[in-house]
């Protein structure tokens, strides 16, 4: 596992990603999601990438599915980044690829 890309539960996520400054991207997934975790080297990946512009973070939805469903995740793989605790952009289920998370990340962080 990345040091750049820290899993947080549900007792971090208000700390973590609402009240946090500047971006945070957060990769949800479950246990039982295979495409979730085929994804998660190249979220890594983009980690590196990004360090010191946007904050990763990966949240199981397995033990918090009332947050998941609070923050409108309904498939899975979601990736979503927030700035300033907001909701910015997401992908999410087939649209969740390599390509589409660096583009969205650049679009908006440049």
Known sequence: MSALLVEIDKDQFQAEVLEAEG???????SDGC???K???PDVEELAAKYEGKVA???FNT???RR???SQKILGLPTIT???G???VEEVTKDDATRENIDAMIAKHVG
Request: proline share 4%.
């Open 23 to 29: 971006y945070v991207l957060v990769d949800y997934f």
């Open 34 to 36: 295979v495409p979730c």
């Open 38 to 40: 085929a994804l998660m």
């Open 56 to 58: 990763f973070r990966k």
């Open 62 to 64: 397995s033990s918090a």
């Open 67 to 69: 947050l998941a469903i």
């Open 81 to 83: 980044l927030y700035k």
């Open 85 to 87: 605790g907001q909701k």
